[in-house]
């Protein structure tokens, strides 16, 4: 029964395959999981009979075709993944309900991935509601190869300690939160009092630069960058490219809310376009806030305010100007007209 697939098998781990390629990425012990189990769902059922599947490899998505959508460095998906199509999301189950009936998948992976426990702990949960959206249950998840592996021989057993996860509905939006080691890094945004020394311009206008926003209101802003005319832009559903990353802390106080992008690589001050947008939520007057930026060691701090009172999902073009706002980051940064309001936000 199993002659000519264990036959494929054996031919295609005795083949030499390209390895995939992605800058910043190390894809060993990369797992498409959820293109693996659309392949279980589709090929490997048999009339809704209990199935067991056993996945090695690492638990932290990566592919390189689809990098906005990698889970290294603290990333994990929203639960507004969860609730889209694939048309989408990698990660959407819409209309996919029943696709993994009576399937129980049992991870193990290799080594600690994780930079936290709390990475971990969003990880296990966000595949497990995969699974479960799906009529599926995530079995074991964890580093132990021996208890993978005795899961696998008695099915039958319930995880006892797996926890019950629910679908936050209300968290529609489709995003890659950021998990951090420590919060020390983003001091620079999290601090409420900068020092007198950012009153001073920098003494250039080439280098490597951080900008951010803060806020108070219970209402989504988003931060958009990009380095430079016609790069790639920066936000919270293209969170990584060759010149730096999008950060948005899943941990910010509820008192105060925070995202940032860090350019890594020099970037010249008047050539950055940097806008605000207000995503979601409603207000009785426009939201407002300040923005930071770091740029050669020292923090720069300005107001910036928004006309519309609700927001527009980030959509642009005619007649959408109010909800936008250009970060002027020169004016910011002191290197322009010391008349002029040093945080003056351009309409867009």
């Given at each position: 029964?199993?002659?000519?697939?264990?036959t494929?098998?054996?031919?295609?781990?005795?083949?030499?395959?390209?390895?995939?390629?992605?800058?910043?990425?190390?894809?060993?012990?990369?797992?498409?999981?959820?293109?693996?189990?659309?392949?279980?769902?589709?090929?490997?059922?048999?009339?809704?009979?209990?199935?067991?599947?056993?996945?090695?490899?690492?638990?932290?998505?990566?592919?390189?075709?689809?990098?906005?959508?990698?889970?290294?460095?603290?990333?994990?998906?929203?639960?507004?993944?969860?609730?889209?199509?694939?048309?989408?999301?990698?990660?959407?189950?819409?209309d996919?309900?029943?696709?993994?009936?009576?399937?129980?998948?049992?991870?193990?992976?290799?080594?600690?991935?994780?930079?936290?426990?709390?990475?971990?702990?969003?990880?296990?949960?966000?595949?497990?509601?995969?699974?479960?959206?799906?009529?599926?249950?995530?079995?074991?998840?964890?580093?132990d190869?021996?208890?993978?592996?005795?899961?696998?021989?008695?099915?039958?057993?319930?995880?006892?300690?797996?926890?019950?996860?629910?679908?936050?509905?209300?968290?529609?939006?489709?995003?890659?939160?950021?998990?951090?080691?420590?919060?020390?890094?983003?001091?620079?945004?999290?601090?409420?009092?900068?020092p007198?020394?950012?009153?001073?311009?920098?003494?250039?206008?080439?280098?490597?630069?951080?900008?951010?926003?803060?806020?108070?209101?219970?209402?989504?802003?988003?931060?958009?960058?990009?380095?430079?005319?016609?790069?790639?832009?920066?936000y919270?559903?293209?969170?990584?490219?060759?010149?730096?990353?999008?950060?948005?802390?899943?941990?910010?106080?509820?008192?105060?809310?925070?995202?940032?992008?860090?350019?890594?690589?020099?970037?010249?001050?008047?050539?950055?376009?940097?806008?605000i947008?207000?995503?979601?939520?409603?207000?009785?007057?426009?939201?407002?806030?300040?923005?930071?930026?770091?740029?050669?060691?020292?923090?720069?701090?300005?107001?910036f305010?928004?006309?519309?009172?609700?927001?527009?999902?980030?959509?642009?073009?005619?007649?959408?100007?109010?909800?936008?706002?250009?970060?002027?980051?020169?004016?910011?940064?002191?290197?322009?007209?010391?008349?002029?309001?040093?945080?003056?936000?351009?309409?867009?």
């Open positions: 029964q199993f002659k000519d697939p264990i494929r098998l054996k031919r295609f781990l005795a083949t030499e395959h390209p390895r995939p390629e992605a800058r910043g990425l190390v894809l060993d012990q990369a797992v498409r999981l959820p293109q693996f189990l659309d392949f279980v769902a589709e090929n490997l059922r048999d009339h809704n009979e209990p199935l067991t599947v056993v996945v090695l490899g690492s638990p932290l998505y990566l592919d390189a075709k689809e990098t906005g959508f990698s889970m290294v460095d603290g990333y994990f998906p929203s639960d507004g993944h969860l609730l889209a199509g694939r048309d989408q999301s990698v990660f959407g189950v819409k996919r309900s029943g696709a993994l009936s009576n399937v129980v998948v049992n991870f193990g992976y290799f080594g600690d991935p994780w930079v936290s426990e709390v990475h971990a702990e969003k990880v296990r949960r966000f595949w497990s509601l995969f699974l479960s959206q799906q009529q599926g249950r995530l079995g074991t998840f964890c580093a190869l021996p208890t993978v592996f005795a899961a696998t021989q008695k099915p039958e057993l319930p995880a006892a300690a797996e926890p019950r996860f629910q679908i936050d509905s209300s968290r529609s939006k489709i995003e890659m939160v950021r998990i951090t080691r420590d919060l020390g890094p983003a001091d620079w945004i999290t601090r409420d009092t900068l007198s020394l950012s009153q001073q311009p920098p003494r250039g206008r080439i280098g490597p630069m951080k900008i951010g926003i803060r806020w108070q209101a219970d209402v989504d802003l988003d931060l958009y960058a990009s380095p430079k005319r016609n790069a790639e832009t920066l919270f559903e293209h969170p990584r490219s060759a010149e730096g990353y999008y950060f948005k802390d899943h941990r910010s106080s509820p008192q105060r809310e925070y995202e940032f992008i860090e350019f890594e690589s020099p970037v010249d001050v008047g050539a950055v376009d940097a806008r947008n207000f995503y979601e939520g409603e207000t009785s007057r426009g939201p407002s806030g300040e923005v930071r930026i770091e740029f050669e060691g020292k923090i720069y701090s300005g107001p305010s928004l006309e519309a009172r609700h927001g527009n999902k980030g959509r642009e073009g005619n007649g959408q100007d109010q909800y936008w706002a250009r970060i002027d980051v020169p004016a910011i940064l002191k290197l322009t007209d010391p008349r002029r309001d040093s945080a003056r936000l351009r309409d867009r």
